[in-house]
């Protein structure tokens, strides 16, 4: 982080605050995590903080420790809209775009007053904030919020609680630590969270081993949907809105699918498209290994972004018209596909 905006941030937070944390639309284990545990953290040098969240984050991350706590913009708009407008700070955690939020919560922020800062390990973050710690070489959000509590000398302020949160951030954001992402000081940021109490095998279990039974159905339809292009090395699963409802679709019910697609060999480009009837497009999962950069392709073609590994768009088009865009898109880069 910038030396100046840090010093700044912290002498901010050197009295008690009203301060919003915001994570982004469709919240994953890291989003959930890193919010829930710089809010504890900052409550303990007694700011009055609420989590945020444009809508609701699946079951598998309801055991978290203050989870229920989060507002849900979805649920409670006009709650929330009163806290973003009388807030001192509003902090961004692990999007660093404020379209994330999805467009009635941009329009909010956008035109409040209170300054922004973000914490975030996406590629290009825009220019939003006041304090800015964005570093994409780091695995994940909750990863960094363990990085800035360092940097406010505060570690001793690590409890079993804030750790459990920062630990389920890093665990689902790497894959159980297997992507490329976790680094060495990943290893000991997690030892140093598992010393402080984190019961390490009861969060994997609760996150990984509470399938439902139509979920497993449904990840047994994505793999029969499974087409391979061999000429490419990739690897793609649609599920349509019909797919879904058949299997009594729940929130966070297709997270991993995608990565069947890598998990074979030779495949370098895995993507999943998945249908949203009601909001009219196909929600799109770019995954791939090596040098093959999906946050690229995601801007270029499907209006999103991520990470060079791990990226994610959309299309307002059919199924099959997304598919056959996709194949075409991959004519341009079958070089890149091919040759590593
Ligand atoms: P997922 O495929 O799991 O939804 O997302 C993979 C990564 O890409 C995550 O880091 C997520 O934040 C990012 N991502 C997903 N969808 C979008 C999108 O529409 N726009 C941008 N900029 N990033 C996205
Ligand atoms: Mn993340």
Redesign the pocket.
Same mark, same amino acid.
């Given at each position: 982080m910038i030396k100046d905006q840090f010093t700044a941030l912290k002498s901010f937070l050197s009295t008690p605050k009203n301060i919003a944390i915001i994570g @982004?639309k469709?919240p $994953?284990g890291d989003a959930v995590g890193s919010t829930l545990a710089l809010s504890m953290y900052l409550k303990k040098l007694n700011h009055n903080t609420s989590v945020i969240v444009p809508n609701d984050f699946p079951d598998f991350l309801k055991w978290m420790p203050q989870s229920d706590s989060i507002l849900i913009y979805e649920k409670e708009n006009e709650k929330v809209e009163r806290i973003l407008n009388n807030v001192d700070l509003i902090f961004t955690l $692990? !999007?660093n #775009?404020l #379209?994330?939020v999805g467009y009635e919560m941009q329009t909010i922020l956008e035109k409040t007053d209170a300054p922004f800062a973000m914490i975030d390990h @996406?590629q290009l973050p825009e220019a939003y904030a006041t304090y800015n710690y964005s570093d994409v070489s780091i695995c994940s959000t909750a990863q960094m919020v363990y990085h800035f509590i360092e940097m406010m000398n505060n570690l001793s302020l690590l409890d079993k609680d804030i750790a459990s949160c920062i630990y389920t951030g890093i665990m689902t $954001?790497t894959g159980s630590f297997r992507y490329s992402s976790t680094s060495a000081t990943t290893h000991k940021v997690v030892a140093h969270l598992i010393e402080k109490g984190v019961d390490n095998a009861a969060i994997h279990q609760a996150v990984f081993d509470t399938n439902s039974p139509d979920r497993m159905q449904l990840l047994g339809v994505a793999l029969q949907n499974l087409v391979i292009l061999d000429e490419f090395n990739t690897a793609y699963i649609t599920l349509s809105q019909e797919e879904l409802d058949k299997h009594n679709f729940q929130k966070g019910d297709t997270?991993g699918f995608?990565n069947y697609g890598l998990s074979i060999k030779n495949i370098k480009f895995a993507v999943i498209f998945i249908e949203h009837k009601q909001e009219n497009l196909i929600?799109? #999962? !770019?995954?791939s290994i090596g040098d093959f950069n999906v946050n690229h392709f &995601?801007?270029m073609y499907f209006? *999103?972004? *991520? @990470?060079n590994n &791990? &990226? *994610? *768009?959309?299309s307002n088009l059919s199924m099959k018209e997304t598919v056959n865009q996709f194949i075409t898109n991959l004519q341009s880069h079958k070089k890149e596909l091919v040759n590593e």
């Open positions: @982004h469709g $994953d $692990d !999007f #775009s #379209s994330r @996406h $954001d997270e995608v929600k799109i #999962s !770019f995954r &995601a801007r209006e *999103g972004g *991520g @990470h &791990a &990226a *994610g *768009g959309k």
